[in-house]
């Protein structure tokens, strides 16, 4: 079984750093595809990144290039998000998803459907 938990979220300061992360069970890295996205109040699910180590493929939105960064811990099964210059509009719930890569790979757009979500983790950024 698939459980993903994050955890990190809070509130931090305009130009602020943080650090979500997600313990996975049921997830390997080289099979499944693994991504972070996020939901601002009154707005759609954005996609933030998405990796799959099965095919190489990375997907990152322009909103977040040159801010986010994604890694993993193979030894702890747990996924980072690290959030660098966070700005008030990043501020929405923080959620970490996973797929297998084959059904991942399989979908269009990138980074959109994924069929294992965590709960979620709350950031805000103040201004």
């Known amino acids: 079984e698939v459980q993903l938990a994050e955890s990190g979220g809070g509130l931090v300061q305009a130009g602020g750093s943080l650090r979500l992360s997600c313990a996975t069970s049921?997830?390997?890295?080289?099979?499944?595809?693994i991504g972070w996205f996020r939901q601002a109040p009154g707005k759609e699910r954005e996609g933030l990144i998405c990796?799959?180590?099965?095919?190489?493929?990375?997907y990152l939105a322009d909103s977040v290039k040159d801010r986010f960064t994604i890694s993993t811990d193979n030894f702890k099964n747990t996924v980072y998000l690290q959030m660098n210059n966070l700005k008030p509009e990043d501020t929405a719930v923080y959620y970490c998803a996973a797929d297998t890569a084959l059904a991942y790979g399989s979908r269009w757009p990138p980074c959109d459907v994924m069929n294992y979500w965590g709960k979620g983790t709350l950031v805000t950024v103040s201004s």
């Open positions: 990796i799959s180590r099965s095919d190489g493929s990375t």
């Open positions: 049921g997830v390997t890295f080289d099979d499944y595809a």
